[in-house]
């Protein structure tokens, strides 16, 4: 689920839709939680769809670390993509803001942190050297994005969390345990799934 301070906009016919802020979210605050709503999906199931749905599956989902496609019930399917994205991910289940993100701005991922099964060609951005997402992203950029996360966790108890209570049971003590620096993150590494044409 994605955080109530956010609506669905038109972008442009290249773009679509996206993901864009109503309130101040500031650093810290989780902005994505999945939740018993987002369909879980194992490949052999999507495997077997009709091209209409596969198409649509692939298009708005992401894999996780067992290989499942998660598909979200929710406006979570719009976040486009940046590589200095606003949202960062974890290895709970989970995404907090990267940064403060304004009134009026978009909530972006990184692709490369979502498992992807082909590479991805992204639009021109200041700032950076990459212009492909590639499959493989979360093996080469997994420090990056474990350092914004580590500083994103501690602000997560100085700001307000609506979506805290979607926190999954198994990740609760874990997060607890970070926020309070008596543990360290588990690397976003470890959502990295091996893909098929590689084994």
């Avoid at 960062?88 to 909530?107: C, F, K, N, Q, S």
């Avoid at 950029?141 to 999954?168: G, M």
Wanted: negative net charge; glycine residues 4%; aromatic residues 12%.
């Amino acid at each position: 689920m994605m955080h109530p301070d956010t609506e669905l906009r038109y972008i442009n016919d290249v773009i679509g839709y996206g993901v864009f802020a109503t309130r101040f979210i500031p650093k810290g605050t989780i902005v994505w939680a999945l939740d018993d709503l987002d369909q879980v999906l194992d490949p052999s199931f999507v495997e077997r769809l009709d091209p209409l749905r596969k198409q649509d599956v692939l298009k708005y989902s992401f894999k996780n670390q067992h290989g499942q496609y998660i598909l979200c019930w929710d406006k979570a399917r719009y976040v486009n993509h940046s590589f200095h994205a606003t949202c960062v991910g974890t290895m709970y289940d989970l995404e907090l803001a990267a940064r403060d993100i304004h009134p009026g701005e978009e909530l972006t991922d990184d692709y490369g942190t979502l498992n992807l099964d082909e590479p991805f060609a992204c639009m021109p951005e200041e700032g950076t050297t990459r212009s492909w997402v590639m499959p493989d992203d979360l093996l080469h950029y997994h420090q990056q994005w474990d350092d914004s996360a580590k500083e994103a966790f501690r602000h997560f108890d100085r700001v307000e969390q609506p979506l805290k209570h979607l926190i999954r049971p198994e990740h609760r003590g874990k997060i607890r345990a970070i926020v309070e620096q008596r543990a360290e993150l588990d690397s976003i590494r470890h959502l990295y799934c091996e893909k098929e044409w590689q084994k």
